[in-house]
């Protein structure tokens, strides 16, 4: 007992730190967005409220326009990139393609450069072509970058449909175009609803293009925070942050559901 | 070419297409713009320029980048290491309920939680100073490099475990066993047999994650001060101050670089693992 003890208070002590470095980050987050008002030298805020969270959710409101801009940003960038994924990741995973490899390469190197060398660029020919500083232009930046997941998860997703199944359907008279949309599609959709998702929230949560490529008319939730947290204004700050966090931990909790093992094992190759 | 191949090409061209004008048409251009002057002439200067304003924040990025992917390996071969080869069954739980919650958090959101974690009158001095390990007037910001190595590490070692505890997972537990009944301690176990046989997935993370933290503009914006900095920061700051072209993409292929050699080593890596 006396040998055991000390080890399992140990254990039990390095683990609380673990939780503290993990959870306290955000914690301070949470604390900031129910402070009223909070200044130095005092450990907790000064007076706790929901003021902060009543001027962000205000209808009328800069965050809720911006989380509008976000959310209607983050649905154009998933069809956009779903439209070109779709048939892409089919004919990767289901037809004979030259340069396979080079061609599922391709749609990595967005996301293995870095982005502000790339975005900078895509700014200034934007300004050329009249597309900086809106909707379309943003979208086009944001597909353009989750295009990674969307390809190699639709064809992934392709790839772990039982052929038999298809030439089944073919066998008993239907033609490949209705074999692809009632027999293939639908038993992928799970992995496209899955590619579906990373997107938005890649979108949801891109900072880095919209900085460049959004200016100055679009403001999403990601710019807002930034504009908000430089300002000094921690509260509004802190409550957009709890806002973006919501859909990326909930997606956390259940992604499970619709990647399944059979789609995993099949992603990249 | 059959017709199945065109109509395959087909069915990926508008994908190809959207990469192509959004990535590849814009890195061709700003490789071209760093090694042209303003009289249209091809050389050096703008890099000699780049390189006297911010010779610096270079090597402060590669010091930052590097040692955040040293720190976050380290994090994550703790992490995944434990929860391998752990014997306390609680503890296991515990560990893997509580590591992943970063992996998703982004970095836009980990900057601003850190910016006020990591203040001097932050949640994480606040606690220190309460549970009595430090004298309340010994209380620092680390909203400097530190600061932002912290909050590199904090996000992306949970990715790295991820990959790596799943790499464990599928070792042949035989050869753990046989060492442990041989009498072998679990960390040399861990350094000796378990570590050697997961370092190509480890390799592949750590590039990925090294890749992703010069990559990013947030963290160092919001977490740190504006002297030194990264040069994802310097890069915004000659567009947006100057509107300097030239210079800020000279600074872009320098990231170009740095990249490069990470691809090299990975390249390198998947080479031999094909030969074995």
């Known amino acids: ?269 | 070419m059959s017709s199945q191949r065109l109509f395959g090409l087909l069915l990926v061209t508008p994908a190809l297409a959207l990469v192509t004008a959004l990535f590849l048409v814009p890195l061709g251009y700003s490789v071209l713009s760093a090694f042209t002057h303003a009289d249209g002439s091809i050389g050096l200067a703008n890099f000699a320029k780049a390189f006297e304003l911010y010779s610096g924040d270079i090597a402060y990025t590669i010091f930052i980048v590097v040692t955040s992917t040293a720190l976050t390996g380290l994090v994550a071969i703790a992490i995944a290491g434990y929860l391998t080869m752990g014997e306390t069954s609680w503890l296991v739980t515990g560990l893997a309920w509580l590591y992943r919650w970063p992996l998703f958090i982004p970095f836009i959101v980990a900057a601003q939680c850190m910016r006020t974690f990591l203040a001097k009158n932050g949640l994480a001095n606040n606690t220190l100073v309460a549970s009595g390990l430090i004298d309340a007037a010994d209380t620092v910001s680390l909203l400097d490099w530190r600061g932002v190595i912290i909050t590199f590490v904090w996000k992306q070692a949970p990715f790295v475990a991820l990959l790596l505890a799943g790499a464990m997972a599928s070792i042949d537990r035989a050869t753990i066993e046989a060492a442990r009944n041989l009498g072998a301690r679990r960390l040399r176990c861990l350094i000796e047999i378990v570590l050697p046989q997961v370092a190509p997935t480890l390799m592949v993370a750590l590039i990925l994650s090294f890749v992703t933290t010069l990559s990013v503009l947030s963290v160092p914006l919001m977490v740190a001060g504006s002297q030194p900095t990264m040069l994802t920061v310097d890069m915004a700051f000659r567009i947006n101050a100057y509107g300097d072209y030239p210079v800020a993409n000279a600074l872009g292929v320098v990231s170009y670089l740095m990249t490069a050699v990470v691809a090299w080593f990975y390249l390198r890596t998947a080479l031999r693992e094909r030969e074995t």
């Open chain 1, 1 to 269: 007992m006396t040998r055991v003890l000390p080890g399992t208070v140990l254990r039990a002590l390095l683990l609380a730190a673990l939780a503290f470095a993990i959870v306290g980050p955000l914690a301070n987050l949470v604390l900031w967005s129910f402070a009223e008002r909070w200044y130095f030298p005092f450990k907790l805020p000064v007076t706790w409220g929901l003021r902060y969270w009543e001027v962000v959710f205000r209808p009328t409101g800069v965050a809720m326009a911006s989380l509008a801009t976000s959310i209607s940003i983050a649905l154009l960038t998933v069809a956009v990139a779903l439209a070109v994924s779709v048939p892409a990741g089919y004919a990767l995973a289901r037809l004979r393609l030259p340069f396979r490899a080079v061609i599922m390469i391709v749609f990595l190197l967005p996301q293995a450069f870095p982005g502000v060398a790339i975005y900078i660029n895509v700014a200034r020919i934007f300004y050329g072509l009249g597309l900086a500083g809106t909707i379309a232009g943003v979208v086009i930046v944001h597909a353009a970058h989750a295009l990674v997941y969307s390809v190699w998860i639709t064809s992934a997703a392709f790839a772990a449909v039982d052929r038999d199944l298809e030439l089944a359907a073919r066998n008993i008279g239907a033609s490949p175009a209705r074999t692809f949309f009632t027999v293939t599609l639908p038993l992928a959709a799970p992995g496209i609803i899955a590619s579906a998702i990373f997107v938005f929230l890649e979108s949801l949560d891109e900072f880095t293009g919209t900085f460049f490529v959004g200016v100055p008319n679009v403001s999403t939730l990601p710019l807002l925070l930034y504009s908000a947290s430089m300002g000094g204004n921690y509260q509004i700050a802190s409550i957009t942050a709890l806002i973006l966090l919501l859909p990326s931990i909930l997606f956390m909790l259940f992604v499970e559901r619709f990647l399944k093992a059979d789609v995993l094992s099949k992603i990249g190759r």
